[in-house]
C-alpha cells in the first residue's frame, strides 16, 4: 500500500478540509497516511521517505513545505489539495475540484517536473515558485496586511485586493532598474517588474496565461511608465469582473539581474526588503519539483 504524508494546514479551508475528513478520504483511497499539522512544530523535522507529500492549504502552505523539502534535499512527488484563497499553483497547474476527486485522480496522475526560480543576494530567501519582484505588488501586500480587512469570502478579498492595488498604481512613482536577461539590457522605469514562474500571483492576478512551469525559462513581465493607463483599465475591468486578457510586455531568458530604485521587495507571498540598492540574481533550477497533475496536463 502507497503511503502518503499529509501535511496540512487546518485554518484553510472549511469544515469539510478537517483533519479527519482528509484523512478519511486518502484512507479510502487506498493509502496509508501520517498527518502533520503546520500549527504544530514537529513538521518540519519529519521523515520525507513515503510515495507521496501531500500539501493541504494554500499558497503559502505550498511554499512552506516546499521550503522544508528543499533543507533536507529530498525529492518526493508531491500533490496539491488547494484550500486557499487565491490558489495560483494550483490553478496553473490544472488541479481544481473537491479534495476526495483529487485524492483518486492521484492514482493515475502523471508526475510533471516544474522548474523554480533561484534567488542571490536577497536576504532571508533563496527561491520562488510563483514569482519575484519589485514595486506595485509588494506594496499591495503591506497594505493588504496593514489594513487587515475581515471578507465574508475569498472572492470578496480577491477584488478587495485589486481595488487596493489599483489605489497604489495611481500614486506610486515608478523605479528606476537595471535589467539584464540572458545578457541583453532592458533597464528603464517601472511601475512593476515581475519574473514569473507560474500563470499568476496574489489576488488571482494573470500575468502570463501561458506560462508554464516545467519549460526551462522563466517569463520576465514589465510595466513601464508608458503602459500605466493600460494596466490601469485592465486594473478596472476585473474589478467589473471582466475577462480581457490584458497583452503584459514579457521576455522570457534563464538569467535575470535586477539593481532597483527601491527597498521592497517579495519572494510569492513573502515581503522582502532590502537597505541599499542591491545587484541581485535570478537563475533558473529546470525541472527541480515533481507535482502529481491530472493526466494530460504534463
Excluded at 478540509?17 to 523535522?45: A, N, P
Excluded at 513515503?50 to 505550498?62: F, H, K, V
Excluded at 476527486?101 to 515558485?129: C, H
Excluded at 519549460?215 to 480581457?244: M, P, T, W
Aim: aromatic share 8%.
Amino acid at each position: 500500500m502507497k503511503q502518503v504524508i499529509l501535511i496540512h494546514n487546518p485554518s484553510a479551508g472549511n469544515e469539510e478540509h478537517s483533519r479527519e475528513k482528509l484523512v478519511e478520504q486518502i484512507e479510502k483511497g487506498g493509502l496509508s497516511c501520517r498527518y502533520y499539522s503546520t500549527k504544530e512544530q514537529e513538521w518540519k523535522d519529519i521523515d520525507y521517505h513515503a510515495d507521496i507529500l501531500a500539501i493541504a492549504g494554500g499558497d503559502g502552505t505550498i511554499r512552506k513545505v516546499i521550503k522544508q523539502v528543499l533543507k533536507q534535499k529530498h525529492n518526493i512527488p508531491i500533490g496539491i489539495l488547494p484550500l486557499g484563497t487565491a490558489n495560483n499553483i494550483a490553478k496553473s497547474l490544472e488541479i481544481s475540484g473537491a479534495t476526495k476527486q483529487i485524492i483518486r485522480s492521484w492514482k493515475s496522475a502523471s508526475i510533471k517536473k516544474i522548474d523554480i526560480g533561484w534567488l542571490y543576494n536577497v536576504p532571508e530567501e533563496s527561491f520562488f515558485l510563483e514569482g519575484f519582484g519589485f514595486g506595485i505588488f509588494p506594496y499591495l501586500m503591506k497594505e493588504m496586511k496593514k489594513r487587515d480587512i475581515q471578507y465574508k469570502a475569498p472572492e470578496d478579498e480577491l477584488k478587495g485586493a485589486l481595488k487596493i492595488l489599483y489605489e497604489i498604481l495611481l500614486s506610486y512613482e515608478p523605479r528606476k532598474c537595471h535589467l539584464e536577461i540572458d545578457g541583453t539590457d532592458h533597464s528603464g522605469k517601472f511601475y512593476m517588474v515581475e519574473v514569473m514562474n507560474i500563470r499568476s500571483i496574489g489576488p488571482n492576478l494573470v500575468l502570463d496565461p501561458y506560462a508554464n512551469p516545467g519549460d526551462g525559462e522563466l517569463e520576465v513581465i514589465l510595466i513601464s511608465e508608458a503602459h500605466k493607463d493600460k494596466f490601469a483599465a485592465y486594473l478596472l475591468q476585473k474589478l467589473a469582473n471582466g475577462e480581457d486578457e490584458y497583452q503584459f510586455h514579457t521576455l522570457k531568458g534563464k538569467q535575470i539581474k535586477i539593481r532597483f530604485d527601491g527597498k521592497h521587495l517579495h519572494a510569492d507571498d513573502k515581503l522582502l526588503k532590502v537597505e541599499k540598492e542591491t545587484d541581485i540574481l535570478i537563475e533558473i533550477k529546470e525541472k527541480f519539483l515533481e507535482l502529481l497533475v491530472p493526466t494530460g496536463n504534463v
